[in-house]
């Protein structure tokens, strides 16, 4: 399981020219979920989200989480985040995970944190096509991959 995540001023997900979710300060959550991804791997990442100190304190050093900001989350389902670009030019997206095994561990995902963050945690649509929008502050963008703990 792997996440891209950005620290964001503000963002928002638009389906069909229609705004479906956005938050404020927080977390925009990229999430890629590959077929051998566990409830293992979604109890540690959202563990590590919910504590992960990228926001600034009063010192302005990165030292407060999201939750000790009451800042927002939202998570986008995003495959290509397993994209495999070692041959030719087109990625292939093999290890990712299929809808089947995706959609239950995305949702499992989205109430792990929000039981993590004790925040009402946004989301995506997932397999839909969404035109994301982000102001990333910082700018702050962290890669966690569940599958590379050490």
Aim: with cysteine.
């Amino acid at each position: 399981m792997r996440v891209l995540i950005q620290r964001v001023k503000k963002a928002s997900v638009t389906i069909d020219e229609k705004i479906f979710s956005e938050i404020n300060q927080g977390l925009l959550i990229f999430l890629g979920i590959e077929e051998d991804d566990t409830q293992e791997d979604i109890n540690w990442l959202t563990g590590k989200i919910a504590r992960l100190r990228i926001f600034s304190d009063k010192n302005d050093a990165m030292n407060l989480s999201v939750q000790d900001i009451d800042g927002d989350c939202l998570v986008v389902s995003q495959f290509t985040l397993h994209a495999n670009t070692k041959n030719g030019n087109r990625p292939s997206f093999i290890k990712a995970a299929k809808p089947e095994i995706a959609i239950p561990l995305y949702e499992k995902f989205v109430l792990q944190l929000d039981n993590e963050t004790s925040r009402i945690v946004e989301t995506g649509t997932f397999g839909a096509m969404m035109d994301v929008a982000l102001i990333n502050d910082g700018p702050v963008t962290i890669w966690i991959d569940s599958k590379k703990r050490e």
